[in-house]
């Protein structure tokens, strides 16, 4: 890094990580951005004026909050409540809720930074905010999580809207939880307000497809990287990590498309499946019982078996889908990965693969997509939901797909040929960071000093 444009962003990381102790995600993902933005700095002068980029990483608003409930025996419990109002040039403050026990406001802040440059590949006109709680759902009655939903909503509702900011779900968050808090902000505002957030039910201003997108759009996503280079999924073994939302809907649509995924994981460990994976199996286990991984193992018979604590990047696929959590691919899996011939990665998740991993599989010419780009598909159809909801009509599973697919040939296409156009073609990274930034960059110019 020796030009003037590199030298000043790289000022401008050591100063985000000296007001932001302690966030190590936030400074991951804030200098993932700023790595990229050397060429656009030194092509377009007009982004140089200063303050833009320090308002860039510094969110708009941040709200904490105390989330007090009852579990079932009585007992008090007191969690944290999150929202991270990060950036709303392109449109309200737009992105999921996670509820995990490892929530803390520096992991809100990276969801947050990372939405505001995915919503704007989107096209869609929709800002970057994110949410959540410390409270963790494993093992909770129905019941805990309503009452949980419902204490969180009550503070949540005063500073959200369908002009303002429209939450949804993430890890932890899925169709009975968005259930459970548009209730309680329905009945707090006496409003019928379906906009206000997505992953809401069909039946109730739910869009069709919503619980499948993010999934479908991370396969959609590859299989753009692989048309480039003249080959498809067809026949092809995938490695998928997760057992959620995102990675279920992930394993439908690659056998949808004629490939083979072999694996799913959770936080106990991974199940390899030499038949590849039966999903009617893993949604029993996984969506119905809320089970541990291992149970599929036991129940497939012998074809499965569960490795306790292991690395799903262990096992052999041509193609891989991180589809769990932040920070799940190190350098080291990335290494056994390329060994084992993988030509495509997707991310499903946001930001599972280390910047050392990233390194790897692009010195290695592997096709990489980044969640940014890869799992956009997921909000792009939550701005579909809200189209629906302010229009007061619903749309065919056919129609919201087949807007999905066109959504992400065309995050594809903007990105590489954004990677093309500043001397990287092919590097998905340099192609999202750009193109999202820019379009960030230009509405908050437009828009003067706030
Ligand atoms: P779910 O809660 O449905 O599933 C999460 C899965 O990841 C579970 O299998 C869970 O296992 C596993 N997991 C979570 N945390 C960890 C951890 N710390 N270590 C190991 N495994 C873990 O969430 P989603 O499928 O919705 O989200 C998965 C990823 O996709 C996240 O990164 C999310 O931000 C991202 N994403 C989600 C979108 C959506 O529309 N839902 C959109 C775009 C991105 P366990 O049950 O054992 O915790
Ligand atoms: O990370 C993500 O993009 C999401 N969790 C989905 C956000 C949304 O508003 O649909």
């Not at 709200?63 to 392109?90: C, Y």
């Not at 409003?191 to 069909?202: D, F, N, Q, S, Y």
């Not at 739910?206 to 396969?219: F, L, N, Q």
């Not at 498809?232 to 057992?243: F, K, R």
Request: aromatic residues 8%; glycine residues 12%.
């Amino acid at each position: 890094m020796s030009t003037p444009e590199a030298s000043r962003l790289e000022a401008l990381r050591a100063e985000v990580e000296r007001r932001n102790p302690a966030q190590p995600e936030f400074h991951q993902a804030v200098r993932e951005v700023l790595e990229s933005l050397a060429p656009v700095f030194a092509a377009r002068p007009e982004y140089a004026e200063p303050g833009l980029l320090e308002r860039i990483v510094e969110p708009e608003r941040q709200i904490l909050f105390r989330v007090p409930w009852q579990d079932d025996r009585g007992r008090v419990h007191v969690n944290r409540g999150f929202r991270v109002e990060f950036n709303s040039a392109l449109g309200p403050y737009k992105g999921g809720l996670r509820f995990h026990p490892s929530v803390n406001i520096g992991v809100v802040k990276f969801l947050g930074f990372e939405q505001i440059f995915k919503n704007a590949l989107t096209g869609l006109g929709i800002g970057g905010g994110k949410g959540g709680s410390d409270f963790d759902p494993h093992g909770r009655s129905d019941n805990e999580i309503m009452r949980f939903c419902q204490s969180f909503m009550t503070e949540l509702s005063r500073h959200i809207g369908e002009h303002t900011d429209v939450p949804a779900g993430d890890i932890g968050v899925g169709g009975r939880e968005i259930g459970y808090l548009f209730g309680q902000y329905r009945r707090i505002t006496n409003r019928w307000e379906a906009g206000v957030l997505t992953g809401k039910g069909i039946g109730w201003g739910g869009s069709a497809i919503r619980p499948e997108a993010t999934g479908y759009g991370s396969v959609l996503f590859a299989a753009e990287m692989l048309a480039r280079r003249g080959t498809t999924l067809e026949g092809l073994t995938a490695v998928v990590s997760g057992s959620g939302n995102v990675a279920l809907h992930t394993i439908e649509k690659l056998q949808q498309l004629g490939a083979n995924p072999l694996t799913a994981s959770d936080s106990s460990g991974y199940v390899v499946d030499t038949k590849g994976i039966d999903l009617e199996l893993l949604r029993q286990v996984k969506e119905v019982e809320r089970a541990r991984i291992s149970e599929y193992a036991v129940r497939r018979g012998p074809s499965a078996s569960f490795v306790a604590d292991g690395r799903v990047w262990d096992v052999a696929g041509d193609v891989a889908f991180p589809s769990a959590t932040q920070n799940e691919l190190h350098e080291q899996d990335a290494v056994t990965l390329v060994r084992n011939g993988v030509k495509a990665v997707s991310e499903g998740a946001n930001m599972p693969s280390t910047p050392e991993a990233v390194r790897v599989f692009q010195e290695a010419g592997v096709a990489f997509g980044p969640g940014k780009a890869a799992n956009a598909g997921g909000v792009a159809v939550s701005a579909l939901e809200m189209s629906q909801n302010a229009a007061r009509v619903a749309w065919s599973a056919e129609r919201v797909e087949s807007e999905l697919a066109a959504i992400m040939k065309r995050i594809h296409d903007d990105t590489y040929e954004t990677a093309a156009r500043y001397g990287t073609p092919g590097d998905y990274v340099t192609g999202a960071n750009i193109t999202g930034f820019e379009r960030v960059a230009d509405a908050v110019l437009a828009q003067g000093l706030i």
